[in-house]
């Protein structure tokens, strides 16, 4: 079946460097993808968004990079801050307006 | 800003129970979704509803039904709360846009725990 996943569970990264959190999925029918934040006790929210015909795209100190060869997607979060603390989600499109979500990845910013 | 509230964000019920949760939003979206999510599984879909009346399955509907009555609410519904249903619950809409995929917008989810 179609799944989406995260590389790694967990990530601790010091504050000021960049993280990257990966997104590895199987569907090559995905044209759209999604990454949300999900701060302790929040709902996720949405931060970034890549559709198929771009391979990069680039937000406020965020940057997602698209790879379809591959199937991989990633998020890179430029100069790491407490904030930035949260689990990450990416996510694919499904059928039927339905998206996907992978497992999530648990970032924790070390002061 | 989009909005979508969720009735409670924690609820503690009896096993056996009859459980409501509700969700609301003010953006006039015509999706709506309930997902429950637990550690290592990310956000599983439980059922999704296009528009009023109208509800489809999503990955595991087993134990739960819904109701949309109005556009603006959807309900999830524990016919017969067991433990296994412990979880965290959110709720999410979007509006379709023609031909293209969109994000969905979440609730602040509801911590049920089933004792």
């Known amino acids: 079946g179609e799944s989406v996943g995260l590389h790694l569970p967990t990530l601790s990264v010091q504050e000021g460097d960049n993280s990257i959190i990966n997104c590895a999925y199987s569907?090559?029918?995905?044209?759209?993808f999604i990454w949300y934040k999900q701060e302790s006790g929040k709902g996720p929210q949405f931060i970034i968004d890549?559709?198929?015909?771009?391979d990069k795209r680039q937000g406020q100190r965020v940057t997602v990079l698209l790879n379809k060869t591959v199937k991989h997607l990633s998020l890179q979060i430029a100069a790491t801050q407490p904030g930035d603390s949260a689990v990450y989600f990416c996510a694919e499109n499904g059928s039927d307006y339905k998206l996907s979500f992978g497992a999530g990845t648990t970032v924790t910013v070390r002061a | 800003d989009v909005k979508v509230t969720q009735s409670s964000r924690y609820l503690v019920k009896r096993t056996g129970e009859k459980v409501f949760l509700e969700c609301v939003q003010d953006?006039?979206?015509?999706?709506m979704f309930w997902y429950r999510q637990d550690p290592g599984l990310g956000l599983r879909l439980i059922y999704f509803s296009y528009d009023v009346k109208m509800k489809e399955k999503g990955d595991i509907p087993e134990g739960y039904s819904v109701s949309r009555e109005k556009k603006e609410r959807f309900s999830l519904i524990l016919e017969s709360a067991s433990t296994n249903q412990t979880s965290m619950y959110l709720c999410a809409s979007s509006s379709p846009v023609a031909g293209a995929p969109n994000e969905q917008f979440f609730g602040p989810g509801t911590r049920l725990t089933v004792l």
């Open positions: 569907n090559s029918a995905s044209d759209y």
């Open positions: 953006m006039d979206h015509e999706n």
């Open positions: 890549i559709r198929s015909n771009m």
